[in-house]
Every structure is written in structure tokens, then in C-alpha cells.
């Protein structure tokens, strides 16, 4: 594992605003992240036009639907939607603790991908916070399944995806996406990978109030004849694939801290993550909750040492 992983929370240096277009709603909306303090973790606040805030923890258990997006909140009239790619980007950079207001029903889409908010966070950058980080450690196999689809988390020194799809289109097939997640990784290989649907589907999501915010600048569009329309292609050979795994690190993240293991999934998605994410923590003779150690004086290394879960528990309300 890399001990520059290890060590303190962190909160952003300043606010900062990013506005865009909701991808189902098709309304701007407009996020600002402000610092947090320690052991706050992650909080959206959906903010109405009449003053009313309808106030959320990124954790597991305020997940409600997961069909197209990831939920936070259980009435569509309180929810936030969509917040995977932003959880994405907090998750990779190792950000502990943020309030993000939100001015609508949902994050804004952007160009579909996680990189606009990694821009945006690092316009401020990241303030080190006086308590030490939490990591859930797993120690045994969790497997879910649904039909062919599967995910588990499986024991392993770092934090490892492997996520692999399969579908029935001659361009995308079968494809897999599979490494160490670390800040630079996410950068370079995931932040960029963009969401991406089939021109067939869009009239049946229309019709049903769904992607009314799609268009060639937030979504890879896959034509009938199983051909890319967008005019500068794709930013990956695989970025079906790597978009899947960034969708997988951002509905992770909704463990309340980051994990030590391995994460594998086959032909998942945002249902198969949460289903999997539940499993684990359903289970306490599954994970533990560790800390870094001081730096021992003479080697200068750092271990991993349990701490009381109870204390924790960032996967509660």
C-alpha cells in the first residue's frame, strides 16, 4: 500500500461553484463545495427555491434509487441525483470533508464525466485537518449476484477495481478496466471517461421524464448501426469500461470512508455496487476499521491498526 495514502482527514482550502446541466432534468443547476470540518465526511444540502434544505450524508444508507443514477434520499421531491461522478472525484483525491449545496434536484452533468470537478477542487486544493483518516479494511470475501451480474470484495493490500462489462454491441463487448486506484491513476486513466447510452433508448427515457439534459456534450451516443455519433470519438479505446469503473468508485465512496481491498464486478452498475457495498457492511466479520500508526522512529513506517468500529460507523445516518 502507498503510506502517502495513510495519515490526515482533509477539507478544501475555499468554496468553490461549478454549474452545468442536469443530464435527466435537463435544468441548470448550480453546486458550491465549502470546507467541512473533521469527521463531518460528506454532505450534500439540496437547497429549494422557497428556503427549504433537505440535508444528506453520502453514506450507504441514505442511497435510494440506483436505476439510472445514483439516489441520495428516498422522494423525488428531497432527492439529489446523480451524484456519482462527484463522489468519484472526492473519493480520488482523498477529500474527507465537504458540504456541497446543491440548487437543484440533481448534479450537473457536465461534459459526463468526473473531470470538471477535479478541476474545480483543484482551483483551491486540499486543506489537511488535524484527525487522523479511517479506512474499512476488508478481511473476507462478500459476493452479490443478480441473474449473470456479480460483484464482490475480496481481501488485498491497497485499493484495487477490477470491472469488467459485457454487452451486446459489437463496439463495446466485452471489456474490463482493472487496477490500483490512487489519485494520479484516477486522473490519468478514469476522470475523463464519460457516460454513454444508445440512440434507441432515448426516446423510451424521453417519454418516461429521463435525459432530458443528454446531448453529445455530456454523453458518448452509441447510433443503431453500432457506430460512435459524437464527431471527436472516443477519449479511450475501452471508456466504456473505465466509465463503469468510475461510476464504481463513486458509488464506493458512499461507504463513508475509503476501503483497503479489492473490488471485481461482471456486468454491474450502480444497483450491483450499492447491493455489494450494503452486503459488506451488513457484515461485520467482513471488514475492520483501521488508522495509521505513527511512524515507528527508527524504520519511519507506518501500520495499519484497528480502531473501535462503533465510534465510527461511517455508513449510518
Not at 187 to 192: A, H, I
Not at 203 to 224: F, H, M, P, T
Not at 307 to 314: L, S, T
Request: include cysteine; aromatic fraction near 8%; hydrophobic fraction near 40%.
Amino acid at each position: 500500500m502507498s503510506i502517502s495514502l495513510l495519515g490526515f482527514q482533509t477539507t478544501i482550502s475555499s468554496p468553490v461553484t461549478i454549474s452545468g446541466t442536469g443530464v435527466h432534468s435537463g435544468a441548470t443547476v448550480s453546486i458550491t463545495f465549502h470546507p467541512s470540518e473533521a469527521d463531518t465526511g460528506i454532505v450534500f444540502q439540496r437547497v429549494h427555491d422557497n428556503g427549504n434544505v433537505n440535508e444528506y450524508r453520502a453514506v450507504s444508507s441514505q442511497v435510494g434509487n440506483t436505476d439510472l443514477c445514483t439516489v441520495l434520499g428516498f422522494s423525488p421531491e428531497k432527492s439529489i441525483a446523480t451524484i456519482e461522478h462527484v463522489m468519484a472525484a472526492l473519493y480520488a483525491l482523498s477529500l474527507d470533508n465537504v458540504l456541497i449545496e446543491v440548487s437543484g434536484a440533481e448534479m450537473p452533468i457536465m461534459d459526463g464525466s468526473s473531470a470538471p470537478f477535479i478541476e474545480a477542487i483543484d482551483q483551491v486544493g486540499l486543506r489537511p485537518l488535524a484527525v487522523k483518516r479511517r479506512y474499512i479494511r476488508v478481511i473476507k470475501p462478500v459476493r452479490v449476484e443478480s441473474g449473470s451480474s456479480w460483484a464482490e470484495f475480496s481481501p488485498h493490500d491497497g485499493t484495487r477495481f477490477e470491472v469488467e462489462i459485457d454487452f451486446d454491441c459489437p463496439l463495446i463487448g466485452r471489456q474490463a478496466w482493472k487496477g490500483e486506484l490512487t489519485p494520479a491513476t484516477f486522473r490519468t486513466e478514469l476522470s475523463r471517461a464519460r457516460t454513454f447510452g444508445f440512440m434507441r433508448d432515448v426516446e423510451r427515457l424521453w417519454a418516461a421524464g429521463y435525459a432530458l439534459g443528454s446531448s453529445l456534450e455530456n454523453s458518448v451516443v452509441i447510433s443503431d448501426d453500432n457506430t460512435v455519433i459524437n464527431v471527436e470519438g472516443l477519449r479511450y479505446g475501452d471508456e466504456f469500461a473505465r466509465h463503469k469503473t468510475l461510476d464504481a468508485v463513486g458509488d464506493l465512496a458512499l461507504a463513508g470512508a475509503q476501503f483497503i481491498g479489492c473490488y471485481r464486478s461482471y456486468r454491474g452498475g450502480h444497483k450491483m455496487n450499492a447491493m455489494a457495498l450494503k452486503a459488506l457492511l451488513n457484515d461485520r466479520t467482513a471488514y475492520e476499521v483501521v488508522e495509521a500508526s505513527a511512524p515507528r522512529a527508527r524504520a519511519g513506517k507506518r501500520e495499519l491498526i484497528a480502531v473501535n468500529a462503533p465510534e465510527f460507523a461511517p455508513w449510518s445516518a
